[in-house]
Nanobody, 125 residues
């Protein structure tokens, strides 16, 4: 099974940029579709970005589309989330997630079954 370790979180000025990384262990990373979620205290965990195992398809929620970019490097077993034009509402704990089930599409939020530990991102207004 794959294990996920996130890094790159921190505090960024309003309107700034930040790049999150999620490093995966295991030999079957290329078989996994990947995604990013975020959660604010008192709110539901939101699915904000997804990428298919081949990187042929991506998904973005309306709240981040046009500002965030998900990408992956299968050789390095890493998935990235490039965040630009950060807003106060982007402050949250960000989680990476994985699943092997879909092979040719981005999974739905409920299909992800493996999770990273989460990393805090704070937008300073």
């Amino acid at each position: 099974q794959v294990q996920l370790v996130e890094s790159g979180g921190g505090s960024v000025q309003d309107g700034g940029s930040l790049r999150l990384s999620c490093a995966a262990s295991g030999r079957t990373f290329s078989d996994y579709a990947m995604g990013w979620f975020r959660q604010v205290p008192g709110k539901d965990r939101d699915f904000i970005a997804g990428i298919s195992s081949s990187a042929g398809s991506t998904y973005y929620s309306a709240s981040v589309k046009g500002r965030f970019t998900i990408s992956r490097n299968n050789a390095e077993k890493t998935v990235f989330l490039e965040m630009n034009s950060l807003k106060p509402d982007d402050t949250a704990v960000y989680y990476c997630a994985a699943t092997q089930e879909p092979k040719n599409r981005v999974p739905r939020a409920y299909e992800y079954d493996t999770w990273g530990q989460g990393t805090q991102v704070t937008d300073s207004s």
